[in-house]
């Protein structure tokens, strides 16, 4: 199972970036896929998961509205669009699968359960 997430860039704020994560060893429409991030000195944060089975998203409150997740599964991806981004964005973003929890705001609260991680990809939103 190997998660690679790219996309990553600097931008200022009020600007947009499209991380995306390719997933190999396993199909990503079989098993809820996730992004988490995590800021200089902060603990991981859940920030949108995908549900492997409707497709249903479901989004932290401190992103939603703002954030887009969506998955292509002739591609074996997923993508992250991410508008109107702000300083407080400023992380590590990490994709993320798991093979037993269901997309859900317990998935996103449970870093420590999460199964596997990609290597993230840094974004930096500048003021």
């Known amino acids: 199972v190997q998660l690679q997430a790219s996309g990553g860039g600097l931008v200022q704020a009020g600007g947009f970036l499209r991380l995306s994560c390719k997933a190999s060893g396993f199909s990503l429409n079989h098993y809820p896929i996730g992004w988490f991030r995590q800021a200089p000195g902060k603990e991981r944060e859940g920030v949108s998961c995908i549900s492997s089975s409707d497709g249903s998203t479901y989004y932290a409150e401190s992103v939603k509205g703002r954030f887009t997740f969506s998955r292509d599964d002739a591609g074996n991806t997923v993508s992250l669009q991410m508008n109107s981004l702000e300083p407080e964005d400023t992380a590590v973003y990490y994709c993320?699968?798991?093979?037993?929890?269901?997309?859900?705001?317990?998935?996103?609260?449970?870093?420590?359960?999460?199964?596997?991680w990609g290597k993230g990809t840094l974004v930096t939103v500048s003021s």
């Open positions: 993320v699968t798991d093979f037993e929890a269901p997309c859900s705001r317990s998935f996103l609260q449970r870093p420590y359960a999460i199964d596997y």
